[in-house]
């Protein structure tokens, strides 16, 4: 019975510090912008066209 006493204050403990990170990061503005990095995702990216200066690999 003794344990319960010490796990109940432990887990109000670490609930509120889990609810003290979330606040956070909200106010933060970790979570303003959730479609875009999604889609980053699917955008390919910009290449630089060749200068004629690099080497091409062999095909053997």
Known sequence: MNIVF???PLSLI???IFVIGFVYSVKSGQYDDMDTPAY???LD???E???G???TPKVD
């Open 6 to 8: 010490f796990l109940i």
């Open 53 to 55: 200066t690099e080497s």
């Open 14 to 16: 670490l609930a509120s």
């Open 49 to 51: 066209p060749l200068t």
């Open 45 to 47: 990216d910009e290449k």
């Open 40 to 42: 980053r995702v699917l």
